[in-house]
């Protein structure tokens, strides 16, 4: 890796701009789950390996514990989406993370605020069943936060958000929906 230059040289020839962040994120889950493998990822978060989530991102967690008991690991240099052959650029990472509880919020799987975008995922072995609940993840939130009706919210999602594959390999797979903070405008 050339950290001024910030990429990584990966072959001769080829070289990988790095984009640093941790691939798993997450809070301890609800207890029903039992004893949990955090490496596939769920409502809870886990290894999501989403490469939005930089610094300078906010990950929104439903908290299921006291104290949310929140585990970080899973450095990444770069990564594409998908993470197809099991692994990223690896590296280690340290971070400087922010906890704000927000007791009134009713978020029911992870979400995420880029300076951007707004980020809703969803994530189940079925990757037809993870795009119907990052689908709905959104819809809901833009019917929470921006007052909008559910048809409203499928529609804007079709015409203006990106459906992306977040990852394909930890039996969970992960799917993320994208969409642009500037299709709202300020009135």
């Known amino acids: 890796m050339d950290a001024k230059r910030m990429v990584g040289l990966f072959a001769p020839g080829v070289e990988v701009p790095l984009a640093p962040f941790f691939g798993s994120m997450g ?3 609800p207890p029903a789950f039992g004893r949990y493998d955090s490496a596939p990822p769920t409502i809870n978060g886990g290894n999501m390996d989403d490469k939005a989530l930089v610094a300078g991102t906010t990950l929104f967690l439903p908290v ?22 099991i692994t990223a650029l690896e590296t280690s990472l ?24 707004y ?17 709905r993840n959104m819809i809901d939130f833009l019917v929470a936060e921006k007052g909008m009706t559910r048809d409203d919210a499928y529609m804007l999602i079709s015409v203006a958000g990106d459906v992306e594959i ?5 039996r969970n797979k992960g799917v993320h929906v994208v969409l642009p903070k500037a299709v709202f405008t300020k009135r």
């Open 27 to 29: 809070v301890a889950p």
């Open 64 to 85: 299921y514990a006291s104290g949310a008991l929140f585990q970080v690991g899973d450095g990444h240099a770069a990564q594409g989406n998908g993470e197809v052959d």
């Open 94 to 117: 340290t971070g400087t993370f922010e906890f704000v509880l927000h007791k009134k919020a009713a978020i029911t799987y992870p979400r995420a605020e880029t300076p951007k975008a």
């Open 119 to 135: 980020i809703a995922m969803g994530f189940d072995d079925d990757l037809s069943h993870a795009t119907r609940k990052a689908l």
């Open 166 to 170: 977040t990852e394909l390999v930890d």
